[in-house]
C-alpha cells in the first residue's frame, strides 16, 4: 500500500501548493530582491493551526534556493526554545552558522554578529513568532543581510505584546492573511498526497470525503488522520475506508496532541503540566506553583502569552479575566497543531 511514506508526515513538502498560489506569488515577489543579493522584504503570516502558513513559507524558500546562489534558509520554532539565546542558536544550527557557540555562556549579540558577518542573505523563517520573549531577537529585522519570515495564528495578538518598536516594524511588513482550508481543498491535498505516496486504490473516496469533513478545514490534522489510518490499514492487509477513518480518528487528535506537548518549551511544559495535574486551577495559584517549581521563573506577562499559546492549541482552556481567570485542562477534541 505504502510506495512513500513521506507523504504521511506532516514536514512533507508537496511538488504542488495547492490553493495558496495568490499567496505563494505575493511571497514570492517579497522575496525577489534576494535573487540580486539584495535583502527581501519582511513578511508577517499569520492565519488559524493547519492553515499552511509554514508549509508556504518553505515551499516559497525552496523554490528560491532553486534559482539564487548565496542564500541561505533557517528556520527555528520559537516555542520549542525557552531563552533568546537557545533560539538564535537554533536558527544559527539550521543554517549552518556558529556551530561552534553554545547556547549556554554566548550573548544574543554573538549570534548577531556571526550572521551579519557573513556576505550572504539569509532567510529566517520564525516560526510561532509570538511566543518570542526577547525584543534582542527581534532585532534581525534591522540586519541589512537578514529577510525574516514570521509565522503565527493571530497577528493582532503578537502586536499587541511585542515592544512598540518591534510592533512598529512589523506592521510595516507584507501581511499574508490565511484562513482554514474547505472541505473540497482538503480533499486536494489529501488525494495530491495520496497519489504520490500511495498504490491506486488505496484509499476510497468516501474515507477522503470523511477526513476532509472531520479536519474542519485543518491540513494537518487531515494529514494525521490520513496517516493513522493507512498505517492501521496497512497493517490489517485492508484499503482505507470511511469506517477506519472514524475508528482511528481519536489517534490521530491524540498523535498530534502528544506533538505538541513535545514541543513545548520548560517554561510552557511547567505551566501546562501544572494545570494538567490539577484539572482545574486560579490564576493566582497558577502562578505561586510555577514560581515555586521554576528556579528563573519568567515574567508575568510572558507567562500569560504562554498561557495564551496553550488555549490556542487546545491544551488549556482559560476562563474569565484578570486574577478571577480559572484554567482548566483543555479538551482533547480540539487540540490544534503547532508549527502551522
Known amino acids: 500500500m505504502i510506495q512513500d511514506a513521506r507523504v504521511l508526515k506532516q514536514a512533507y513538502l508537496p511538488q504542488e501548493l495547492h490553493h495558496r498560489e495568490q499567496y505563494l506569488n505575493m ?95 539569509l532567510v529566517a523563517i520564525v516560526d510561532e513568532a509570538d511566543q518570542m520573549d526577547d525584543s534582542q531577537v527581534w532585532s534581525l529585522l534591522d540586519q541589512p543581510n537578514v529577510t525574516v519570515i514570521a509565522v503565527c495564528i493571530d497577528a493582532t495578538d503578537l502586536l499587541a505584546h511585542v515592544d512598540q518598536r518591534v510592533a512598529s516594524r512589523l506592521r510595516g511588513t507584507m501581511h499574508l492573511n490565511l484562513s482554514g482550508y474547505t472541505s473540497a481543498q482538503l480533499e486536494d491535498i489529501l488525494r495530491g498526497r495520496i497519489q504520490h505516496g500511495l498504490a491506486p486504490g488505496s484509499v476510497a473516496i468516501e474515507a477522503t470525503e470523511t477526513i476532509a469533513d472531520r479536519a474542519a478545514g485543518d491540513a494537518r490534522f487531515a494529514i494525521a488522520m490520513l496517516r493513522s489510518a493507512v498505517r492501521q490499514a496497512d497493517a490489517r492487509g485492508e484499503t ?74 487546545g491544551l488549556i482552556q482559560g476562563k474569565g479575566t484578570g486574577r478571577a481567570t480559572r484554567y482548566n485542562r483543555g479538551d482533547e477534541g480540539t487540540t490544534a497543531t503547532a508549527g502551522n
Open 27 to 121: 511571497l514570492s515577489v517579497a522575496l525577489d530582491p534576494l535573487t540580486d543579493c539584495e535583502r527581501g522584504e519582511h513578511v508577517l503570516i499569520d492565519g488559524p493551526s493547519g492553515a499552511g502558513k509554514t508549509t508556504l513559507a518553505r515551499f516559497a524558500c525552496s523554490r528560491l534556493e532553486e534559482s539564487t546562489f548565496g542564500v541561505r534558509i533557517a528556520e527555528a520554532n520559537a516555542i520549542s526554545h525557552s531563552s533568546p539565546t537557545r533560539y538564535l542558536n537554533a536558527l544559527c544550527r539550521d543554517a549552518n552558522l556558529a556551530l561552534d557557540v553554545s547556547p549556554d555562556s554566548a550573548p544574543v549579540s554573538a549570534y548577531i554578529d556571526r550572521i551579519t558577518a557573513r556576505d550572504e542573505q
Open 240 to 313: 482505507v475506508t470511511a469506517e477506519l477513518v472514524e475508528e482511528t480518528t481519536d489517534h490521530a487528535r491524540q498523535g498530534l496532541r502528544d506533538r505538541v506537548v513535545e514541543q513545548l518549551g520548560s517554561h510552557q511544559r511547567v505551566l501546562w503540566h501544572i494545570i494538567d495535574e490539577e484539572g482545574s486551577v486560579r490564576a493566582e495559584a497558577l502562578h505561586n506553583e510555577y514560581e515555586r517549581r521554576v528556579s528563573e521563573p519568567k515574567s508575568k506577562r510572558m507567562r500569560r502569552n504562554y498561557l495564551r499559546s496553550l488555549e490556542q492549541y
